[in-house]
């Protein structure tokens, strides 16, 4: 698995891991990857191809193990950016349920980021989706 699969693999995880993928969370789920490196610069074919072994993965093994084979390959900055966008994905359709919330819980657990810093990327990404001004 490359870093780019591995990516995309905690990516997919996140939108997949409530056991439903949502036209809302597939689209966040593109516009997450479509303007970062390597991803920019494949063609829709290439990245359809990309997702295509992905969820066969996905559906032969299952969210746990799709993570548990991309986060070695990940350095932690790319671990720690990989949670800030699995954390983004969650919220995408505005609705996080128990299920994406215990995925992110393992998730912070099983990386290899300093003491503390899985929570703080985490608490961040969570603070921008507040709806602090509703009333």
């Known amino acids: 698995m490359t870093d780019a699969e ?3 693999s905690i990516a997919l995880a996140a939108v ?9 969370e597939a689209h966040a789920l593109r516009r997450s990857l479509e303007y970062r490196t390597p991803y920019k610069d494949r063609t829709e074919q290439q990245m359809g191809e990309l997702f295509d072994r992905l969820l066969l993965t996905l559906r032969e093994r299952g969210v746990d193990q799709l993570v548990t084979d991309a986060l070695p390959v990940l350095t932690p900055v790319q671990q720690e950016t990989a949670l800030a966008v699995a954390v983004q994905l969650t919220h995408a359709d505005r ?18 980021l300093p003491e503390g810093r899985a929570v703080v990327v985490m608490e961040a990404i969570m603070a921008l989706h507040r709806d602090s001004l509703a009333g």
Do not use: I, Q, S, W
């Open 16 to 24: 997949a891991c409530d056991g439903t993928l949502g036209r809302e």
């Open 6 to 8: 591995a990516f995309a």
């Open 95 to 112: 609705d996080v349920t128990p299920a994406e919330k215990e995925f992110l819980h393992k998730l912070c657990e099983r990386l290899t």
